[in-house]
């Protein structure tokens, strides 16, 4: 062990040292994340930090490019059968795992289609708990709905038809992994990961450093120059965020993506531009981020906390959607990082979206006032105190509603718990009024839509507000069978409205990424998914 830690550190010391080699400088891309990873075994890709090392180590069948069309992978070429139910993927015969000493000769050997048999298998295992079992789960059958044709064709049957399908096997999840490694390694499988990425996995000390080098034998070119461009990436686990920023601005990392309130106001104008300090100094670039901010109410009157609460009132729920003025929420309090949730659930940035098709609330403060009249509490009189439970990390955009709703007559207050605690509470239905964020697991609108179909309330799905609309029920079922794209989102279009005329969400920001590299990095794509791409990045 102690051989291997100083191996590691020497291949550290030589990636960073700036003197010329015999042929040119290693180019080592050095960012930090706040928070260790959690695994690096695609299973549990179920975290930001995760997800983004896993996509350089790891492949699937295919892939999303910076406009979250999914392009050919592992699969060069697929086929999907007349009634939507058989996909057939035909895989590369140049694709190869990493070199490891499990392999024969320790060299890593050519993915077959067997590899992604059982790597999807793994996801629904219930002997691997998998965090992404809802990828499959009630999609196929067993462990024969995954066939291997042969070495070089591999077929997925579903149960029924679902037309994102294409687009949920480019999450992290579905990258494929070699049986004979995660065996040998079982639940360490996570600490020494063996993909066919552009990079391979080199050493992890938790909580302080993660280096992956360049994978020499990878497959994928950029014309005729292979990928990836860089020979390493290092990772460090700095916490506090300023620390970590004034690293970057003394050029010590190549990248940060994370504006803390702490420094925001030095970064970023309350327009969202860039400050006169630093104009020139590193590349800032903004751009959709497949999240919508939101507060949640539970509209389920068969739970005492929603049936004893002025929130089941639908005309309270709209007041409140009129009484928040997001703008100047997005301007002051995130330095304009966001754009106003007026638009529905469903994000800006997602396939789909029609900001003229679905009409959400715009601040209406006297129109909220009206309504809270209609209600029967004029001015908020008699109306019995909310509580909205919200995590540390929201507070102050909680407190600014607060002040919001306050102005109208109804009045708040705020709890504040732990992130994990609040999930908890949000997932038994122990709350009625909470502060949430969704997140897009794949670019496809029905992720988002999902939240409020009945067969996903709690316990068995995300349905956190209790929502339940035969009709929507309906629309959302067939949109499973309405292949046409322009025609789904239509049906995800109508749905949205369903949600925003109900009220049970209140949707306050669609979310923004934020990324600032260094003027001698180049080849950094944002894409609305928030995904590290890292095989076309240079560093001159």
Known sequence: MINNIFYALLILTLLSCKQKSTDTDKKVFNMNLDQNVTSLDPAFARNQNAIWMMNQIFNGLVQVDSTLTPLPCIAKTWQI??????????????????????????????????????????????????????????????????????????????????????????????????????????????????????????????????????????????????????????????????????????????????????????????????????????????????????????????????????????????????????????????????????????????????SIAVKGYHYNPQRAIELLAEAGFPNGKGMPQLTLSTSTTYKDLIEFIQGELSAIGIRMKVDVSPNASLRDLISKNEVNFFRGSWIADYPDGENFLAMFYSKNKVPNGPNYTGYFNDEFDRLFEQSYYENDNKKRYLLYQKMDRMIVEYANIVPILYDQSLVMTQNNISGYSINALNLMILKNVRKE
Not at 216 to 229: D, I, T, V
Not at 254 to 265: C, L, T
Not at 310 to 335: E, G, S, T, V, W
Request: net charge positive; proline share 5%; glycine share 6%.
């Open 81 to 354: 059968s007349e009634d939507h139910l058989t996909y057939t993927f035909n895989l590369r015969n140049d694709v190869y795992f990493h070199d490891d000493p499990i392999f024969p000769d320790g060299k890593g050997r050519k993915v077959v289609a067997a590899d992604f048999r059982y790597s999807f298998y793994r996801l629904i295992d219930p002997k691997v708990a998998s965090s992404g079992g809802w990828i499959f789960s009630d999609k196929v059958k067993d462990i024969n709905s995954f066939i291997a044709v042969n070495d070089s064709t591999f077929q997925i049957k579903l149960g029924k038809p679902f037309p994102a399908f294409i687009n949920l096997l480019t999450t992290l999840y579905c990258a494929v992994v070699p049986r004979e490694i995660v065996e040998h390694y079982g639940k360490d499988f996570r600490s020494h990961p063996i993909g066919t990425g552009p990079f391979k996995f080199k050493y992890w000390k938790e909580d302080e450093i993660l280096v992956l080098l360049k994978n020499e034998h990878y497959w994928e070119k950029a014309g005729n120059q292979q990928l990836p461009y860089l020979d390493a990436v290092k990772v460090t686990f700095i916490s506090d965020k300023q620390s970590a920023f004034m690293n970057f601005i003394k050029k010590e990392l190549d990248f940060f993506d994370k504006v803390d309130g702490s420094y925001r106001d030095d970064i970023l104008t309350k327009s969202g531009k860039m400050t006169s300090k630093y104009k020139g100094k590193f590349q800032l670039r903004k751009g959709p981020y497949l999240c919508t901010e939101y507060v949640g109410i539970l509209v389920d009157t068969s739970k005492s906390i929603a049936k004893n609460s002025p929130l089941k009132f639908k005309k309270i729920r709209q007041a409140i959607n009129y009484a928040i003025d997001k703008p100047k929420l997005i301007k002051y309090l995130r330095n304009s990082i966001g754009m106003p949730a007026t638009s529905g659930f469903i994000p800006h940035g997602m396939p789909g979206f029609d």
